[in-house]
Nanobody, 122 residues
Framework: QLQLVESGGGLVQPGGSLRLSCIVSGDLAQYYAVGWFRQAPGKEREGVSCISSIGGNIAYSDSAKGRFTIFRDNAKNTVYLQMNSLTSEDTAVYYC???????????????WGKGTLVTVSS
């Protein structure tokens, strides 16, 4: 059983940056792939990025490529999403999720956090 807690959301101006954190706690947490998802108002949830347990396998959505960076610190049981050049289109609730199988992303993740709100607005 894992628990995931996101933090780092907030209000940011267009062009700004935010770093989201996801603390993953529980047995064998470091062996889980962790993904970031988002859901904007009125839209379906979408995968943003995912990182394998040891960080060697990373995926980004087209909208995240070149602007977002995912990385993890297994000593701190934390996965980060660095988001740069934010636009209003990035406004959403961001969730992190974990699964033992990296390739299950984005279709299925076993454990989910409750989300953190990112609002990009001037």
């Amino acid at each position: 059983q894992l628990q995931l807690v996101e933090s780092g959301g907030g209000l940011v101006q267009p062009g700004g940056s935010l770093r989201l954190s996801c603390i993953v706690s529980g047995d064998l947490a470091q062996y889980y792939a962790v993904g970031w998802f988002r859901q904007a108002p009125g839209k379906e949830r979408e995968g943003v990025s995912c990182i394998s347990s040891i960080g060697g396998n990373i995926a980004y959505s087209d909208s995240a490529k070149g602007r977002f960076t995912i990385f993890r610190d297994n000593a701190k049981n934390t996965v980060y999403l660095q988001m740069n050049s934010l636009t209003s289109e990035d406004t959403a609730v961001y969730y992190c999720a974990a699964d033992r199988i990296r390739n299950n992303y984005p279709n299925y993740m076993e454990y989910w956090g409750k989300g953190t709100l990112v609002t990009v607005s001037s």
